[in-house]
């Protein structure tokens, strides 16, 4: 079970605080990550949501579709309050089947629409993706290294998560290894590459840095602070 750290007093959020909804395919690892960061700035919320029914990105999409704007809705966002929403997805096979376009699409659409409905907003990316490949483990081992993992060193785990296990010593630690949040936006944006051809992150990128530099805007005096004690 990942737990969450006990160093710090949990703030409440202040009136108009930033919210960032998470959106993500896994129950434990992803939750578990971004845990870390709710409450430790009165002027940030995050809202982790768990897939409910199925975990490829279309999935994910009709998740969205159902808790912000359907009748059992359970989320608003608040684009005056500049509020956003991140999906974050693996590239796993869900690019060969065809299931991350529809997701890239559905975002583009809400975010063309927002000075539509509300002739006060300005259109900004309210709605985004956050594509890692192959999977959201290579943010965490960006935390750690500089340089992309060779082809060679990972063949010789069976899965990609259990190579990131094994190349950090002990493991990632959720308690604290989230405090290397701008080492890791440093390390995976110099090592981030593009597909030409389907416009995805190529293998061992990662487009979390994006999500990374929202986060660290709102805490990274807070995090200085954490790096000190932990030091």
Same mark, same amino acid.
């Given at each position: 079970?990942?737990?969450?750290?006990?160093?710090?007093?949990?703030?409440? *959020?202040?009136?108009?605080? !930033?919210? /960032?909804?998470?959106?993500?395919?896994?129950?434990?690892?992803?939750? %578990?990550?971004?845990?870390?960061?709710? %409450?430790?700035?009165?002027?940030?919320?995050? /809202?982790?949501?768990?897939?409910?029914?199925?975990?490829?990105?279309?999935?994910?999409?009709?998740?969205?579709?159902?808790?912000?704007?359907?009748?059992?809705?359970?989320?608003?966002?608040?684009?005056?309050?500049?509020?956003?929403?991140?999906?974050?997805?693996?590239?796993?096979?869900?690019?060969?089947?065809?299931?991350?376009? *529809?997701?890239?699409?559905?975002?583009?659409?809400?975010?063309? %629409?927002?000075?539509?409905?509300?002739?006060?907003?300005?259109?900004?990316?309210?709605?985004?993706?956050?594509?890692?490949? *192959? $999977?959201?483990?290579?943010?965490?081992?960006?935390?750690?290294?500089?340089?992309?993992?060779?082809?060679?060193?990972?063949?010789?785990?069976?899965?990609?998560?259990?190579?990131? !296990?094994?190349?950090? !010593?002990?493991?990632?630690?959720?308690?604290?290894?989230?405090?290397?949040? $701008?080492?890791? /936006?440093?390390?995976?944006?110099?090592?981030?590459?593009?597909?030409?051809?389907?416009?995805?992150?190529?293998?061992?990128?990662?487009?979390? !840095?994006?999500? %990374?530099?929202?986060?660290?805007?709102?805490?990274?005096?807070?995090?200085?602070?954490?790096?000190?004690?932990?030091?």
């Amino acid at each position: 079970m990942i737990a969450r750290r006990k160093d710090y007093s949990k703030k409440e *959020p202040s009136r108009g605080s !930033h919210k /960032i909804y998470i959106v993500c395919e896994g129950t434990g690892t992803e939750p %578990g990550y971004f845990r870390f960061f709710d %409450g430790l700035s009165s002027n940030l919320q995050i /809202i982790t949501i768990p897939p409910e029914n199925g975990t490829d990105p279309v999935k994910l999409m009709e998740l969205a579709q159902m808790v912000f704007f359907g009748d059992n809705r359970r989320y608003a966002v608040d684009y005056l309050q500049n509020d956003r929403v991140w999906f974050i997805i693996d590239t796993d096979s869900w690019e060969k089947e065809g299931k991350i376009e *529809p997701l890239r699409k559905f975002c583009d659409e809400l975010n063309s %629409g927002i000075s539509i409905q509300f002739d006060e907003v300005k259109s900004y990316p309210a709605w985004n993706v956050a594509q890692s490949n *192959p $999977s959201f483990e290579i943010w965490l081992y960006y935390h750690f290294y500089s340089e992309k993992p060779t082809d060679a060193d990972v063949e010789k785990s069976i899965t990609f998560k259990e190579f990131v !296990h094994a190349s950090i !010593h002990g493991g990632f630690d959720f308690n604290t290894d989230q405090s290397r949040l $701008s080492d890791a /936006i440093t390390n995976a944006e110099s090592n981030f590459s593009v597909n030409t051809i389907s416009n995805s992150p190529e293998l061992y990128s990662t487009e979390m !840095h994006i999500l %990374g530099k929202e986060i660290y805007s709102f805490v990274k005096n807070d995090l200085a602070k954490l790096k000190n004690k932990l030091r």
